[in-house]
């Protein structure tokens, strides 16, 4: 029976109206314009930048998922979110680079300097994917809410549905950000402060270690392969995929863009071994639940109720965080990518028209995800096989920064990346090398593109093009456009 009184339930309910209030702060003003919508007008400041590129990533996987493994397998489990910090600390060398092109979506991008048809290509699976991450975000919200407090998993599934839906429609970018912010700094406050106390409260580190089984002290008991492989991913994640680039091209200045994406990383790099800790927690004290659950657990049976209430809200809410970041980056891309060219271009098209347009799209891609999730349709393969094409994208993007990279060897590359990645992830189902673990299909997929690209280029295979024209008619292009609205507005 659900007791409204309750100091936890109270907590999280406080925590999702805190939730939808700065959504409505952040989002003010999003309706003015398509790109104060998808890209906040282009004006994130380094704290909000930092914070929503670090939440987008740090709910489902890095808190419950490291959770979760770490109860399972150890504390090498940690090395899911190191490697992800370590790629993103990387990627930095990127980021400025695209950062300095004109666009609002990787697909727009691609298709700029590989053509109409790989931005078809690109934008097709794109959608595909984010929608896909969309449906098994939204699943996970409602499980969390519904095992800790008892409301029915209908009612929560619901409810968060309503609010993330709400978030992203109403304000873009704008609103995702700011929720996202709110999000992670409790969770990063909260987990350096709690888990800790939640370790003393157990014994200390010695206890913990002296009571779950043999190996699960091990750093690297995942493997090198592995964990080289998580690193690989990522790069592929942060260097190509809408939902990263999106908080990227919505940066202030190019300097918010490098050192809030460094500084997301460095958090994240350490953030994995407190969630891990959660996990080894709930194994060391012998708790009797289902593996997902050691999170959860951890907080409720070794913290106050209201911090542990806290805690439990902000994981939800970075979960939502990821659900909204892939919602409006599914939304962006199809109206940017293929409603837009189905129209004949942006001349015509009013930034009203596209802000409506939007909000129809994320209205129906979230009641698409939400059916999907709701009916227990299996996605795994669909959400699998839209990561992965998204990843291969970022053979593309790597491809740029060689002068003889030719205009049409990009599709024939992107073809071949995503036949690797169907072949590595549902025929050979990412053999184990070396004995060391699996390889990410992500990665021999994006090394197969890119190595076509290259070699179609390198045999002279279409022409070359040149960088500062691509950027120089992104400009021209969009600025046109824009008076060319304005002429239309006048009249």
């Given at each position: 029976m659900v007791s409204l009184t309750d100091p936890l339930i109270l907590t999280m309910a406080g925590y999702a109206v805190a939730t939808l209030l700065i959504a409505w702060w952040g989002g003010r003003g999003a309706g003015s314009g398509y790109?104060?919508?998808?890209?906040?007008?282009?004006?994130?400041?380094?704290?909000?930048?930092?914070?929503?590129?670090?939440?987008?990533?740090?709910?489902?996987?890095?808190?419950?998922?490291?959770?979760?493994?770490?109860?399972?397998?150890?504390?090498?489990?940690?090395?899911?979110?190191?490697a992800q910090g370590l790629a993103w600390m990387t990627i930095t060398v990127l980021i400025g680079f695209l950062y300095s092109f004109d666009v609002v979506s990787v697909p727009e991008l691609l298709g700029r300097v590989f053509g109409d048809y790989t931005k078809y290509f690109a934008a097709i699976f794109t959608v595909v994917g984010q929608v896909a991450l969309t449906t098994g975000q939204?699943?996970?919200?409602?499980?969390?809410?519904?095992?800790?407090?008892?409301?029915?998993?209908?009612?929560?599934?619901?409810?968060?549905?309503?609010?993330?839906?709400?978030?992203?429609?109403?304000?873009?970018?704008?609103?995702?950000a700011w929720a996202d912010t709110l999000h992670g700094v409790l969770i990063?406050?909260?987990?350096?402060?709690?888990?800790?106390?939640?370790?003393?409260?157990?014994?200390?580190?010695?206890?913990?270690?002296?009571?779950?089984?043999?190996?699960?002290?091990?750093?690297?008991?995942?493997?090198?392969?592995?964990?080289?492989s998580w690193y690989l991913m990522y790069l592929t994640v942060a260097g190509a995929q809408q939902q990263m680039l999106q908080r990227t091209w919505s940066a202030r200045s190019k300097r918010v863009?490098?050192?809030?994406?460094?500084?997301?990383?460095?958090?994240?790099?350490?953030?994995?071994?407190?969630?891990?800790?959660?996990?080894?927690?709930a194994n060391a004290q012998g708790a009797q639940i289902e593996s997902s659950m050691a999170f959860a657990w951890t907080l409720t049976n070794t913290l106050p109720p209201v911090v542990a209430g806290l805690l439990l809200a902000a994981a939800v809410g970075s979960v939502m965080s990821g659900a909204d970041s892939f919602l409006l980056a599914g939304a962006t891309t199809f109206v940017n990518d293929l409603y837009i060219p189905l129209r004949g271009g942006?001349?015509?098209?009013?930034?009203?028209?596209?802000?409506?347009?939007?909000r129809a799209t994320i209205l129906a891609f979230g009641l698409t995800a939400a059916v999907i999730a709701f009916s227990g349709i299996e996605i795994i393969t669909i959400n699998t096989l839209?990561?992965?094409?998204?990843?291969?994208?970022?053979?593309?993007?790597?491809?740029?920064?060689w002068d003889g990279t030719t205009r049409e060897a990009g599709l024939p590359g992107f073809v071949v990346g995503g036949v690797v990645f169907v072949v590595w992830a549902f025929v050979l189902g990412e053999p184990a090398l070396f004995g060391e673990g699996p390889l990410e299909s992500a990665v021999p997929a994006t090394a197969a593109a890119l190595v076509t690209i290259l070699g179609l280029s390198a045999l002279g295979y279409g022409e070359t093009f040149d960088l500062g024209t691509v950027r120089d008619r992104a400009r021209a292009d969009k600025e046109a456009a824009r008076e060319q609205r304005v002429s239309y507005s006048n009249d």
């Open positions: 790109l104060e919508f998808t890209l906040a007008g282009r004006n994130l400041g380094l704290p909000v930048y930092m914070m929503t590129y670090f939440a987008t990533f740090a709910g489902g996987g890095l808190t419950m998922g490291i959770a979760q493994q770490a109860f399972t397998d150890g504390v090498s489990a940690q090395w899911y979110a190191m939204t699943i996970g919200m409602a499980s969390i809410i519904a095992t800790v407090t008892d409301i029915p998993l209908s009612v929560a599934f619901w409810a968060s549905v309503v609010v993330f839906i709400a978030i992203t429609l109403y304000g873009g970018m704008g609103s995702v990063i406050v909260g987990m350096f402060v709690a888990i800790p106390v939640a370790v003393l409260n157990v014994g200390g580190v010695d206890a913990i270690a002296a009571n779950v089984p043999a190996g699960h002290t091990n750093w690297f008991g995942v493997g090198l392969v592995q964990i080289g863009a490098m050192f809030g994406t460094f500084l997301a990383g460095v958090v994240i790099t350490g953030y994995g071994v407190l969630t891990a800790a959660a996990g080894m927690i942006r001349a015509g098209l009013s930034d009203a028209h596209l802000v409506a347009v939007t839209g990561m992965g094409i998204m990843s291969v994208l970022f053979a593309g993007i790597l491809s740029m920064l």
